[in-house]
T-cell receptor
Framework: EAQVTQNPRYLITVTGKKLTVTCSQN?????MSWYRQDPGLGLRQIYY???????DKGDVPEGYKVSRKEKRNFPLILESPSPNQTSLYFCASSLRGLAGNTIYFGEGSWLTVV | TQLLEQSPQFLSIQEGENLTVYCNSSSVFSSLQWYRQEPGEGPVLLVTVVTGGEVKKLKRLTFQFGDARKDSSLHITAAQTGDTGLYLC??????????????FGKGTKLSVKP
């Protein structure tokens, strides 16, 4: 079954404790991306990757890092989480970029930073 | 920064009524997508429009991309309770250096009452 898998789905952590949210897709997609969704602000793109070893900032990259060492994985790293990073995070992938390609979203990761 | 203004933010109608959701921007997009999101789940792609003036139909849903590729609309005919959900528009950047950048509107929360 084609899917985008995120882990963990739910996490409560403390300010400053480094954490990684993993994202994996089994569709051999080139494009992967991370978003955060907040009430009143909607979905905002954090980082995206057009292919292995190619990453670019989205609209809200501050406080986040990503890496794309292999095609199937695109982890989101919070080096020193702060309470304003409490949010619902989504990973997404598509075959090749955005133009005309279906984008598949993961089920989301609820992150609370206290 | 490219922005997508989506309206209305909330819509509550009776079953059988028609409705239109709008997505507007001052920026040109290479393509525009419409998603539907259920609580606790990731967005699911409904349609992608690419050509200015393009109209696509998905059963009772009609999607239109503006001639100038700056705006789009979603029209639902004879709404059903199963149409209830959050509808999101998203525009793919037209700039060569950020073709992986996806901008979302803030969403329209639709409630269809029996």
């Amino acid at each position: 079954e084609a899917q985008v898998t995120q882990n963990p789905r739910y996490l409560i952590t403390v300010t400053g404790k480094k954490l990684t949210v993993t994202c994996s897709q089994n569709m051999n997609h080139e494009y992967m991306s991370w978003y955060r969704q907040d009430p009143g602000l909607g979905l905002r793109q954090i980082y995206y990757s057009m292919n292995v070893e190619v990453t670019d900032k989205g609209d809200v990259p501050e406080g986040y890092k990503v890496s794309r060492k292999e095609k199937r994985n695109f982890p989101l790293i919070l080096e020193s989480p702060s309470p304003n990073q409490t949010s619902l995070y989504f990973c997404a992938s598509s075959l090749r970029g955005l133009a005309g390609n279906t984008i598949y979203f993961g089920e989301g990761s609820w992150l609370t930073v206290v | 920064t490219q922005l997508l203004e989506q309206s209305p933010q909330f819509l509550s109608i009776q079953e059988g009524e028609n409705l239109t959701v709008y997505c507007n921007s001052s920026s040109v997009f290479s393509s525009l997508q419409w998603y539907r999101q259920e609580p606790g789940e990731g967005p699911v792609l409904l349609v992608t429009v690419v050509t200015g003036g393009e109209v696509k139909k998905l059963k009772r849903l009609t999607f239109q991309f503006g001639d100038a590729r700056k705006d789009s609309s979603l029209h639902i005919t004879a709404a059903q309770t199963g149409d209830t959900g959050l509808y999101l528009c998203a525009g793919a950047s037209n700039y060569g250096g950020s073709q992986g950048n996806l901008i979302f509107g803030k969403g329209t929360k639709l409630s269809v009452k029996p």
